[in-house]
């Protein structure tokens, strides 16, 4: 009788658990056919030119929260499955409500309509969460809806010189293209070359545990002395290790998740930002930041390019920019230097190296790029004209397109867009992933049925232009195209002629610095950095990767969307001096 009661009370106690469960899951099922229900419909009527079709979900109120932040790259990826690239949708985060864009076409307009959209939605984030932008400088970045051109957007009222945007972008374009971005590659360069002359790399094979862990150090450590000088790392030299611990934690950082349950990465964080106000002090006591003019220096050894100094001038007006924000500003652009272009490098070499006949044909494009200093033995690199080299375009240009996944936000601030079929209303962020764009199938050449080249593989001539291959070059072509027209085009006349590097057709697929008015002003340096790091190790060193014989190196996409794409574990190498470099 004891135990029929027991099991009488077990059952009555369990019965409001089972009852919430059932509800629970009623409530679930019914969400989702609701929604499913309601995006079918706003499908089959796109004719409306209407808002895109949501993507259904489970979970009212959180809407496709979890899956989003859970596996972003998968949910990406899966929208564009389902629903095509063509077709734009519409995302609930909890509260907020997004589009996603997949189209070529369609990122391509909106980058052609960047007077009209701000970025502001993924800058403020960045900012917020990221970089630790102190909270009374925050207000100001959301007041100035002023745009980035010389006059401000109509309805603009924010004072002249608060207008942080336009100053930013005018310096980063003025100091990064001509005379500017000369300098700082070559100072890059000459760090590069001194750390090679200055290392324990002997004419001994050594054997290294990681090839990214080694770029890291080696190539942040040029990045970041030919932008700000030599003081910031010699002052805090654990600012290298730090920055990349920082990266690390990036994916933590995002979410805003509070400091009391994340300690770690906010310390590293405060760390890099104390290191950088301790450098801003120093370089003001030593040199004058407001010497950028015409007749001053390009490099100051205190505050390296001038594009550093151009960002402390144009400050001085604006009370909000205190020591703390104008650090963050400094991490900012540290971080937008190296995220991407770092791993970049480690990936060119990883294909350079695991490829030998891919090699040589490298080594004969440096071979062409070499020039003699007069009057001395040492050759240096023409960097102009090693990085005109259709080869190492083409694996440069097919190295981001792989292994860069960032996500550009746009957002129409004065009025809805209107794109095709569909309406997006003002206030709404549209985003896009370059991953997305570089897997577009509509757009890009996967090679042949004899010949196939997967777009989620890496093909070193995906971006070369064969002029009697009518099926070479990075756009997709016509599958149906005969032996007939294709023979047509192998005329002697063309066989001489060399391939090419080309981009024709990839517009709105190839975005790896974004596009329109705000593509990254540092695209040239970061181009001139991955392709001349490749040339100045293929030159000093021998380098042989320690991986198995069929090893098929993949991403790490828990980096997805913040940039480069590490490796997925570690790359062992050995690596020893030339003993003929050439110089």
């Known amino acids: 009788m004891a135990s029929t009661s027991f099991a ?4 009555q106690a369990s019965l409001p658990i089972t009852n919430a469960a059932l509800a629970l899951s009623l409530l679930f099922i019914s969400t989702l056919l609701i929604t499913s229900l309601k995006s079918n419909i706003t499908l089959k ?8 079709m949501a993507v259904p979900y489970w979970f009212p109120f959180l809407g496709n929260l979890i899956p989003m932040f859970r596996n972003p790259s998968g949910f990406f990826s899966w929208t564009t499955s389902k629903y095509g690239f063509s077709t734009p949708v519409r995302v609930r985060l909890g509260p907020a409500k997004l589009y996603l864009v997949a189209g070529a076409d369609h990122i391509a307009a909106l980058f052609k309509a960047s007077k009209g959209l701000s970025p502001r939605f993924g800058v403020l984030l960045s900012l917020e969460n990221l970089f630790g932008t102190p909270s009374n400088a925050i207000p100001f970045y959301k007041m100035d809806k002023s745009g980035i051109n010389a006059v401000p957007n109509p309805g603009s009222n924010v004072k002249p010189e608060y207008r942080l945007n336009y100053f930013q972008v005018k310096a980063a374009h003025k100091h990064l293209n001509g005379t500017g971005l000369t300098q700082m590659t070559e100072h890059f360069l000459k760090v590069l070359r001194r750390r090679i002359d200055q290392s324990e790399i002997t004419g001994q094979w050594t054997e290294m545990p990681d090839l990214f862990t080694f770029l890291q150090r080696e190539v942040f450590t040029a990045a970041v002395e030919a932008l700000t000088g030599p003081y910031l790392l010699t002052h805090c030299p654990q600012f290298v290790d ?12 995002i979410k805003g998740l509070p400091r009391w349950l994340t300690p770690k990465p906010y310390k590293v964080r405060q760390r890099l930002l104390d290191a950088v106000k301790n450098w801003h002090m120093f370089a003001r006591e030593h040199s004058d930041p407001t010497k950028v003019g015409p007749e001053d220096p390009e490099w100051d050894p205190y505050w390296g390019s001038r594009l550093m100094r151009a960002r402390q ?5 604006m009370h909000f920019m205190d020591e703390d924000a104008l650090a963050a500003e400094d991490l900012g652009l540290i971080f937008a230097m190296n995220t991407n272009a770092v791993p970049a490098v480690a990936w060119v070499l990883i294909e350079f190296f695991r490829d030998k006949k891919l090699l040589s044909r490298a080594q004969a494009e440096i071979a062409v790029a070499r020039k003699r200093t007069p ?10 004209k090693l990085c005109s080299s259709p080869l190492l375009q083409s694996v440069y240009a097919e190295t981001l397109r792989l292994r860069v996944a960032l996500v550009i936000t746009r957002t129409p601030e004065h009025e809805d867009f ?10 709404r962020p549209i985003v896009f992933s370059s991953r997305s764009a570089a897997m577009n199938p509509e757009i890009w050449n996967a090679g042949t049925m004899d010949d196939p080249h997967p777009l989620d593989q890496f093909w070193a001539d995906r971006f070369l232009v064969n002029p009697s291959d009518p099926l070479s070059g990075p756009s997709r072509k016509d599958s149906k195209q005969s032996v007939k027209k294709i023979s047509q085009h192998s005329t002697p006349d063309k066989q001489e002629e060399k391939p090419y590097f080309s981009m024709e057709k990839v517009g709105g697929g190839w975005i790896p610095y974004g596009g329109g008015q705000r593509m990254c002003p540092g695209r040239h340096f970061a181009k001139q950095e991955i392709i001349g790091t490749f040339a100045m190790l293929f030159l000093h060193y021998d380098i042989e990767l320690l991986t198995p014989k069929d090893w098929q190196p993949q991403p790490d996409m828990s980096y997805f969307p913040f940039g480069g794409l590490p490796p997925v574990g570690k790359v062992p190498f050995r690596i020893r001096r030339k003993k003929d470099s050439g110089d």
């Open 242 to 253: 730090d920055f990349w611990q920082f990266d690390r934690s990036v994916p933590t950082l």
């Open 313 to 317: 001038d144009y400050s001085r007006g």
């Open 8 to 11: 009488r009370v077990a059952v």
């Open 418 to 427: 209107h794109m095709g079929d569909w309406t997006f209303p003002k206030n």
């Open 45 to 52: 009527s796109r004719n409306a030119k209407g808002e895109p």
């Open 375 to 384: 009057g001395t033995k040492q050759a240096e690199l023409d960097i102009v």
